[in-house]
């Protein structure tokens, strides 16, 4: 399916807001009111200047640790560093993330890469991992490797079938 250019840079924010959810130690994802007296965020609340994000402060806030976006290339399309990369960037900050604690990375196609990346990325505090695998053995791998360590992963995307997200 091919997504409209507008509704592309939806996706990311989406995601983060996920993660960000999270991130703090929050069950539930974008939709779902996180605490009593927090902002409500769905879908229909998302636009492309990213100012819901801002309503994720106080939940961010509560968090720990960094978070890590692990793209898988540059190769099979453009989108990640056109759009994914810029906008995943874009809306941690306006949810209230420091520049230092986030990290966006891609793989340029490689699963031993993305694996290193992602080890790497908890070795220096990320707690959050937001994952497109470059295929499902390397997310399985991924996936394993954070549990063990204490870090939350968020996939989107691709298919993971070893994943719990």
């Known amino acids: 399916m091919t997504l409209h250019r507008s509704a592309r840079k939806v996706v990311p924010v989406l995601l983060s807001a996920g993660m960000v959810a999270t991130g703090a130690g929050v069950a539930?994802?974008?939709g779902a009111t996180a605490r009593p007296h927090a902002a409500?965020?769905?879908a229909t609340t998302f636009n492309r200047s990213f100012t819901t994000?801002?309503?994720l402060k106080a939940i961010s806030a509560k968090g720990?640790?960094?978070v890590a976006a692990i793209l898988?290339?540059?190769v099979?399309?453009?989108r990640y560093s056109e759009f994914d990369a810029p906008y995943l960037k874009e809306a941690m900050q306006k949810a209230g993330l420091p520049a230092a604690d986030i990290i966006v990375q891609n793989a340029q196609g490689s699963d031993a890469t993305q694996l290193a990346d992602a080890q790497a990325d908890i070795a220096k505090g990320a707690t959050v991992l937001i994952?497109?695998?470059?295929?499902?053995?390397?997310?399985t791998k991924i996936e394993s490797y954070a549990k063990s360590h204490g870090a939350q992963v968020v996939d989107y995307d691709r298919l993971?079938?070893?994943?719990?997200?």
Do not use: E, H, N
Not at 131 to 139: A, N, Q, R, T, W
Not at 160 to 165: H, K, T, V
């Open 28 to 30: 539930g994802v974008a």
């Open 40 to 42: 409500t965020v769905s």
């Open 53 to 55: 994000m801002s309503l």
């Open 64 to 66: 720990k640790g960094k």
């Open 72 to 74: 898988p290339d540059t």
């Open 76 to 78: 099979s399309s453009a």
């Open 131 to 139: 994952m497109d695998p470059l295929d499902s053995g390397v997310g």
């Open 160 to 165: 993971d079938l070893g994943g719990s997200r």
